[in-house]
């Protein structure tokens, strides 16, 4: 499988009235072509500023150290060091990103086939008009839009939440991009649409060779939709490996500790991770989980622990490993 | 058993549209809750579970008559609470309090969280001495699991799974007998929600309350429900036992809703 994004060491720093606080600290990660990787953290984590890194969307003053490279179709991009003007060739067509929420991302006063199309025309400003259309047409088609035609003459308000996010997915690999960031793409859907949309993506990754980077904090959505998981908390990636492997044999006390909170249909086995997820002004000295941690020893405030490979691709940050 | 609530044949419609610019004629309604009876038991958790726009949520209000339903009975220990105006309202709504989905807007940003959770009693008594409201209000907000620097603070310095706990204590401070609960874990981190269905639990177990429960999600609706409603377009599909509905289910919307809900491989 080809590399398609290699993350190492990649810090995100921003200005707060606290000083500097790091979102994103020290993340390595690789997603190669048609490879779904799974991104797991509770709010704070520091996952969605993760992807607007890799968008190159950060806000104003925010600092980047460490090395993104994506391989493009013609070579291979140092994410962190482009400008603007380079972005633009980068940002839709090699990367792009579906959001949580469809209605405050689709614009509200323009027909969806126009913002489709739109996506196309960005990239390709010279296609005749008739061409563009065509494209349009096909976009909605592969994201199983039914009735396109009709489909691409309405307005985002007249769609269903599952049509409208269907339609984002249709922009979003409008202009042919081989990385789709998803970033709780069903978190605001019902459980039945989530999953039509949930199988529409790992449909469309096999057919195009995509690879996904899918962005949640629903353990149960990573266990359908990733090959492989990465849990983060406090910034940093904690346990890494195989989807299967980290979710019924989880190294790290917080995915652990995260899998017995999460409610199943089994009544019962319910157990909160005490405490609450540490402010990024304030973290804690050593590993950012030891004050809610059960297993903590004296030890675990003294350094942030190393990422340590258990088997041949499954890793975790605790020294009881 | 004894019954707590009883609700008959509660109906409520909408205009749909309507608005200034509406294109739609005027008298075309829609129906949130079509005809819905259920009796809640003293004690039980009855989970009313559904999909966005099947009406649970009008239903929730309806109950606390918050939505003034067009048509049917609500009987709370047998009184019927839609003949009720004015104060003997104010009385019986003490006994039935709600908790809301979303702690970042049902609670008032300008207010510090002493008067936040203790404005209920100098509502309905008003009489009672500062001190002894004070006793009142911190002793609920430690049952939730805060401590008294929070009665000078404001909402916005905690967290979502503390502000949930300030609005479970600014439901509790009256002593209600039902507690109707809209979606009260959806807006926090798992990790947090887990924390919050506990403390409803215990809280239940140490007051005997009785609760409403609605939510979208079956796993959470899982872990409290003694019985659970399913609800589609307005009407329950299919009402039973929680071990009944989830294991068991009759209705076919029921099933997909369960074939839904993605699955954790366990070890």
Not at chain 2, 234 to 255: C, M, S
Request: hydrophobic share 45%.
């Amino acid at each position: 499988m080809s590399t398609l994004l290699e993350v190492r060491g990649l810090t995100v720093e921003l200005p707060t009235a606290a000083g500097w606080v790091r979102p994103v600290n020290e993340v390595s990660l690789r997603i190669g072509a048609g490879e779904s990787l799974g991104l797991v953290g509770e709010s704070g984590s520091g996952k969605t500023m993760l992807s607007l890194a890799l968008m190159g969307l950060l806000p104003l003053g925010a600092r980047v150290s460490g090395e993104a490279s994506l391989a493009t179709k013609t070579s291979t991009k140092k994410l962190t060091v482009l400008s603007e003007r380079e972005w633009r060739d980068v940002r839709g067509a090699e990367i792009a990103m579906v959001f949580q929420e469809p209605m405050t991302s689709l614009n509200p006063v323009m027909r969806i086939g126009a913002q489709v199309e739109e996506a196309i025309r960005a990239h390709q400003p010279k296609l005749p008009g008739n061409e563009v259309k065509r494209r349009a047409i096909d976009a909605l088609l592969r994201a199983a839009v039914p009735e396109p035609e009709a489909r691409a003459e309405q307005f985002p308000h007249q769609l269903s939440g599952g049509l409208r996010q269907r339609a984002m997915i249709a922009m979003a690999l409008a202009a042919g991009p081989r990385l789709l960031i998803a970033d709780e793409p069903t978190t605001a859907l019902d459980v039945t649409v989530q999953k039509q949309i949930l199988d529409l993506l790992d449909g469309l990754r096999r057919e195009l060779q995509l690879g996904l980077l899918f962005i949640t904090h629903d353990l149960g959505v990573v266990a359908q939709v990733a090959e492989r998981v990465a849990v983060m908390y406090a910034g940093r990636i904690i346990e890494e490996g195989p989807a299967r492997e980290v979710l019924a044999r989880p190294l790290h006390p917080y995915t652990q500790g995260l899998l017995k909170a999460s409610p199943t249909l089994k009544r019962g086995a319910l157990t909160p991770i005490p405490g609450t997820v540490p402010q990024l002004t304030a973290l804690p000295p050593g590993c950012a989980f030891e004050p809610r941690c059960h297993l903590r020893l004296a030890e675990c405030t003294a350094t942030v622990p190393a990422f340590r490979l258990i088997d041949s691709d499954h890793a975790a940050r605790c020294i009881l490993i | 058993m004894e019954t707590l609530l009883t609700v008959r044949e509660l109906r409520k419609t909408y205009r749909r549209g309507g608005g200034v610019f509406s294109q739609e004629s005027d008298g075309a309604r829609f129906t949130a809750v079509d005809g819905v009876s259920f009796e809640v038991a003293r004690g039980e958790t009855f989970a009313v579970v559904g999909e966005s726009g099947c009406g649970k949520t009008t239903l929730a209000r309806m109950l606390l008559r918050l939505i003034e339903p067009d048509s049917g009975e609500l009987r709370f220990e047998g009184r019927d609470l839609l003949a009720l105006r004015g104060n003997a309202l104010r009385a019986e709504r003490r006994q039935m309090q709600m908790v809301f989905q979303d702690p970042y807007a049902s609670l008032n940003p300008r207010m510090r969280v002493g008067e936040i959770v203790s404005e209920p009693l100098a509502i309905h008594e008003p009489s009672l001495s500062s001190a002894a409201r004070l006793e009142r209000t911190t002793a609920i907000l430690r049952r939730v699991g805060l401590g008294e620097d929070a009665l000078q603070r404001y909402p916005h310095e905690f967290s979502g799974g503390q502000r949930q706990r300030i609005g479970i204590a600014r439901a509790l401070i009256l002593q209600p007998k039902l507690i109707v609960a809209d979606e009260p874990v959806s807006a926090l981190d798992v990790s947090v929600g887990a924390q919050v269905l506990l403390l409803l639990q215990e809280l239940q177990r140490e007051f005997g309350l009785t609760y409403v429960f609605i939510s979208h999600s079956l796993p959470v609706v899982a872990q409290v429900a003694t019985r659970i409603a399913v609800m589609r377009a307005g009407q329950f599909v299919e009402v039973g036992l929680a071990g009944q509905i989830l294991h068991h289910p009759k209705n076919d919307y029921t099933r997909e809703l369960l074939s839904a809900v993605p699955e954790l491989p366990r070890s």
